[in-house]
């Protein structure tokens, strides 16, 4: 069928169309539709497996290699395995709405990724090292336990967005973020009254 596109839009246009442009690459919305098209030499690079009920990660996945976005939003993770460092062309990823209790520490090996999609989770800090990231644009962490906004937050060239919304943050710490990232857009709540207990206790 992608031939004979081609030899159509080819007699129209000429040698200059740009295919890629006219036939969008499709979104697979699960994981058997996936393997089915990649056992017949298709190319995944867009996956979205919302509302799947998934308690775990489907190790099928490691094989799309091409994967450049992933959705998982709305199932029952916990976790996300270390495997997943090994999909190094993604883009864009999200996985909001689970019960992630920590920041997974594998996506920061993502060079190419641009958009980043955690919140509704459990997270309890932003990892120190996320100027990692050198292409994100949005960082997505609404609704979550953060308590930790590293300095490195300002070393990200490319960063437009940090959602902080439903974060339990004090006037002092939404001031030091304003400071800090002044060309950000930074989306946060009012900020609350709270004395946290640093000991963790």
Known sequence: MRALIFIFLFSIFGTDINVSAQ???PVYESIQGAIIASNNGLSIERL???RQKLTTV???IRGFTDLRELNLNKNRLVELPDWMNE???MEVFSAERNKLDTF???ILSWNHLRLLYLGDNLIP???INIDRLENLEWLGLWSNLIRIFPASLSDMPNLQTLDLLYNDMTYLEQTWLRELLPSVLLEMSDPCNC?????GN
């Not at 004395?195 to 000991?199: L, P």
């Open 23 to 25: 036939v969008p690459t």
């Open 48 to 50: 979205d497996l919302t």
């Open 58 to 60: 489907p190790i099928e």
């Open 87 to 89: 999909l190094t062309d």
């Open 104 to 106: 997974p520490e594998f």
């Open 125 to 127: 800090a932003i990892p």
């Open 195 to 199: 004395k946290f207990d640093e000991s």
